[in-house]
């Protein structure tokens, strides 16, 4: 394994997090990943429902939102940066 593909493990770790007892990645993270605007990510996913489980997309709650702000309050300017 290259350095790079390392990197981009390392990388790809910190934006996965546990909501639900389940590992999940964020729609805004996964759009950088790909290269794309998080709306047009979601807007595919949206027009090929057929092609994903149905646990594939859920919206989280504001107490889990508010759960994840405060874990992450701490993280350097490098950790995420929130939006919603």
Not at 3 to 14: D, G, P
Not at 41 to 46: G, I, T
Not at 47 to 71: A, G, Y
Request: proline share 2%.
């Amino acid at each position: 394994m290259e350095i790079n593909e390392i990197k981009s493990l390392i990388q790809v770790e910190h934006i996965i997090y546990t909501i639900r007892g389940v590992q999940v990645m964020f729609d805004q993270d996964l759009a950088v990943l790909y290269d794309v605007e998080t709306r047009r990510l979601n807007e595919q996913v949206k027009r090929n429902k057929d092609r994903f489980p149905n646990h594939f997309m859920f919206v989280i709650t504001d107490e889990e939102w508010q759960n994840l702000m405060s874990q992450n309050a701490t993280s350097s300017s490098d950790g995420p940066r929130w939006s919603r």
